[in-house]
């Protein structure tokens, strides 16, 4: 592994810990590529990455733009906490919310009294925070996110995407 990736999950494990409660934080840039760690008090709930899309040589020097892109527009997404187009919060509903559900409060969604999305943002707004970092480019983001998906952080792989753990014992 590269002193880089190194850093990263150093970064994704110990570094600044943010509120979605906050969100928007304006530490997060635009036009960013990136990888995150989403936590429920010290456990590890989730890893992702924001940027694919983003060039490696994004200008970070000129006028800001409007339109939210890379790192900054996922970790946006998911503090909206709409579960059309964003599978972590469609994640957070399916393990984390829909448990919790009353009979009634079901009753009340399926009558549209209630919103299962604003329930997901009220979760993530109130029980979860986020690390980041920034990378250089998306084949270093995914390698970074794949390696957290498979080997944890702290040996804890994420509650809601984890991969096979590498078995590399076994290939010998």
Not at 100 to 106: D, P
Request: charged letters at 20%; proline letters at 6%; a positive charge.
């Amino acid at each position: 592994m590269s002193s880089s990736s190194t850093l990263a999950l150093a970064e994704l494990r110990d570094g600044p810990l943010y509120r979605f409660a906050d969100w928007p934080n304006p530490e997060v840039p635009n036009g960013r590529i990136g990888v995150y760690t989403v936590w429920g008090g010290d456990e590890l709930i989730y890893v992702g990455m924001g940027g694919r899309a983003v060039g490696p040589s994004a200008d970070t020097n000129g006028p800001a733009s409007t339109k939210l892109t890379g790192l900054r527009s996922r970790l946006a997404s998911h503090a909206s906490g709409r579960r059309s187009g964003d599978q972590f919060c469609i994640y957070v509903f399916d393990r984390l919310v829909l448990p919790t559900l009353s009979l009634q409060q079901i009753q009340n969604a399926a009558r549209g009294r209630l919103s299962l999305d604003g329930l997901t943002r009220q979760l993530i707004r109130q029980s979860l925070c986020y690390r980041f970092t920034l990378v250089g480019d998306a084949i270093a983001a995914r390698a970074v996110e794949r390696e957290i998906q498979r080997e944890g952080l702290a040996s804890r792989p994420p509650l809601l995407n984890p991969l096979p753990r590498s078995s590399k014992a076994n290939s010998s």
